[in-house]
């Protein structure tokens, strides 16, 4: 008798309801029915089993009956199973019997994992003792907790489980692993078992780690970290300011920046700007082909593999000028409620052919608290703190007679706060106006 189809239906009388069908003759004995017999005290005890098995198969379930057919069938002279195979996975409540042993199959108890399983099949049906696993994928993503440090800190890598991946969490529970890898640094003594992974690193420079996280299906998935950045000799000081807060792309689009103030005993300095701005040492530039605004950032590194990202000030493009200060014959006209961050175009006639003089523009800030206003005119700059009323001051440069229309645009940006009396600072900047005018110096 072939109980690769009898263990299927001493199941199923156990259970109610057959895991599997299988195709082939019934005969012969093989390692699987040692293993089923070994659950009944007598052979007629099974035997017993088996009938009312293929009874209750036959009588009372039409789909079971239609798949096994006439071995079900009292009345059948010559009994075949018609199906593919009687399969039971590894979480089979068989146990491995003392002395039993097949070099095609492995039994599996209900507290261990193996990517074998347990194959009843019929002797049509050739015998696998185990799957592929297909590996995992979207699993998840690991970074350090802390970026960058200084050479002799720890930092902790950690590993976030993707719970938009549709993969069950217990199956990243129990008996799952989390085989981590470093480069550099004093590896834990169990980097197997955990989610995170303290590491100590005594030399500077740019690392990363993976981790090899293997669920208790068998399946798993390497997952590169994102880098650590580990910093030797610090750099200390370093600002990057643009040349200009705001420029008239019509006039000129390139935007400029400059780093200073850096200091380090590890010289020299290096600077990597971002992607998008043209670098050349301690300078970058990006060209505007939109009005817009461009705050970019560069890291700053020395000779000891400290890494220092620095945020670089704002910078406005305008697309032509946002206000017109015009005068004709006479240096004394003036715009009002000029907001920060505008920008001014100046423009006039001049006709006394005896004065020459020098022109300026003067933006007037209306402080409640502490205020500062910048006012740029080219490479030119004034820039004046204080509270109540402030002033700032540029040079337009001498005119003569004839048209006088400056190539630059006079911007004008500030800060205001109004402080109450018990020293609370409040940011009114967008509800504060300058007013801008055109005289003589």
């Not at 029915?33 to 089993?49: F, G, K, R």
């Not at 220092?308 to 000028?321: L, Y």
Request: aromatic share 8%.
């Amino acid at each position: 008798m072939n109980t690769k189809l009898l263990a299927g239906i001493s199941l199923a009388a156990m259970a109610g309801s057959f895991w599997a069908c299988g195709e082939g003759q019934i005969n012969g004995k093989e390692f699987s029915d040692t293993i089923v017999e070994s659950m009944y005290d007598t052979p007629e005890a099974l035997e017993s089993l088996k009938e009312q098995a293929k009874t209750d198969c036959w009588q009372n379930d039409p789909a079971c009956a239609a798949m096994y057919g006439s071995y079900v069938d009292p009345n059948a002279s010559n009994p075949v199973v018609s199906s593919a195979a009687v399969i039971m996975s590894s979480s089979s409540i068989f146990q491995p019997l003392p002395g039993v042993s097949s070099s095609s199959e492995e039994v599996i108890n209900n507290h261990g994992r193996s990517s074998s399983s347990i194959v009843f099949a019929s002797s049509a049906v050739e015998v696998s003792s185990s799957s592929e696993t297909v590996p995992a994928t979207g699993l998840g993503s690991c970074k350090p907790t802390k970026t960058p440090i200084k050479k002799g800190e720890s930092t902790t890598w950690s590993f976030s489980r993707n719970s938009s991946n549709g993969i069950a969490a217990s199956k990243y529970q129990g008996s799952a692993t989390y085989q981590w890898k470093f480069v550099g640094g004093s590896i834990p003594e169990d980097n197997t078992k955990f989610t995170s992974a303290e590491v100590t690193y005594m030399n500077p420079g740019k690392t990363t780690a993976s981790v090899v996280v293997t669920l208790t299906d068998g399946s798993s998935e390497e997952i590169q970290c994102s880098p650590l950045q580990v910093n030797g000799d610090d750099i200390t000081g370093c600002e990057c300011s643009p040349t200009v807060d705001i420029i008239d792309i019509t006039q000129n689009a390139v935007a400029t920046w400059s780093v200073s103030g850096c200091k380090t005993s590890s010289m020299p300095l290096t600077y990597e700007w971002d992607a998008d701005i043209a670098g050349d040492g301690a300078n970058g530039g990006y060209q505007f082909t939109a009005a817009g605004t461009k705050a970019p950032s560069v890291t700053v590194h020395n000779n000891d593999s400290t890494a220092v990202k620095v945020a670089c000030g704002a910078v406005k493009a305008t697309d032509g000028p946002e206000y017109v200060l015009s005068f004709d014959g006479s240096l004394n006209a003036s715009k009002d409620s000029i907001p920060s961050g505008a920008c001014i175009s100046v423009s006039g006639k001049w006709s006394d052919s005896y004065n020459s003089p020098t022109a300026k523009v003067s933006c007037d800030l209306s402080c409640k608290g502490q205020c500062n206003i910048v006012v740029n005119f080219g490479n030119a700059k004034d820039s004046v703190d204080g509270t109540w009323n402030q002033t700032a001051t540029v040079d337009l440069g001498k005119i003569s007679v004839g048209d006088f229309t400056p190539s630059d645009l006079v911007c004008v940006k500030f800060t205001n706060y109004e402080v109450d009396w018990q020293g609370n600072k409040t940011d009114i900047t967008d509800k504060s106006f300058a007013k801008c005018t055109i005289g003589q110096k």
